[in-house]
């Protein structure tokens, strides 16, 4: 258990709908970063919190926007969904601000299908 | 344009036996490496890392291998063991991009009893 908690684990609506993911990082961590990964993809970085501020952005596209919460979990937003957005959303966190020579510690994922 | 790349996406291993999994990167500003390993329905999890400044790192039955110059990586599993079987990822980062590791498409690795 990496202590990282992401709800849904599932997930499935429609073309054009919007929704929230969840994550709640590992207990002292103060970073969050959220990544995509697609069928026969790897984890694309989509965006990082830290301490409750944008630190650094990915291949974030505009429709999804993300925010970090003074307890410091996080919410994806998806909106306008497209059929290609299906795929699995990876939360994960780590202690500090850089991701050099840190490792990270991944949540088991959402799964989202959008039909 | 993909910085990380495992070129195998598959590989089968008899138990006992090494397993051997590549990763080549493009960037050269690229000065550390990590091994995640994801078993089905469950997030990655870090294995092992390795800096640059080194060409070996050693964890139990896991060794990884940087070889700069040549722009590549690889980790070895010795002896195999059928709980193996998972897809393992290489990643990179560079100190003086400090936003965003860079994953790797994955090696999924099937150790046969």
């Known amino acids: 258990d990496s202590g990282v908690t992401q709800t849904p684990k599932h997930l499935i609506t429609a073309t054009g709908q919007r929704v929230t993911l969840r994550c709640s990082p590992r207990s002292g961590d103060l970073s969050v970063y959220w990544y ?3 069928l026969d993809q790897g984890l694309q970085f989509l965006i990082q919190y830290y301490n409750g501020e944008e630190r650094a952005k990915g291949n974030i596209l505009e429709r999804f926007s993300a925010q970090q919460f003074p307890d410091l979990h996080s919410e994806l937003n998806l909106s306008s969904l497209e059929l290609g957005d299906s795929a699995l959303y990876f939360c994960a966190s780590s202690v500090g601000a850089d991701t050099y020579n840190s490792p990270l510690h ?4 959402t799964r989202l299908t959008v039909t | 344009d993909q910085q990380v790349k495992q070129n195998s996406p598959s590989l089968s291993v008899q138990e006992g036996r090494i397993s051997i999994l590549n990763c080549d990167y493009t960037n050269s500003m690229f000065d550390y490496f990590l091994w995640y390993k994801k078993y089905p329905a469950e997030g ?4 092992i890392s390795i800096s640059s400044i080194k060409d070996k790192n050693e964890d139990g039955r896991f060794t990884v291998f940087l070889n700069k110059s040549a722009k590549h990586l690889s980790l070895h599993i010795v002896p195999s063991q059928p709980g ?3 897809v393992y990822f290489c990643a990179a980062s560079a100190e003086t991009s400090y936003d965003k590791v860079i994953f790797g498409p994955g090696t999924s690795l099937s150790v046969i009893p």
């Open chain 1, 36 to 38: 995509q990964q697609s």
């Open chain 1, 106 to 109: 991944f949540g088991n994922g």
């Open chain 2, 44 to 47: 990655p999890t870090f294995l």
């Open chain 2, 84 to 86: 193996d079987s998972a």
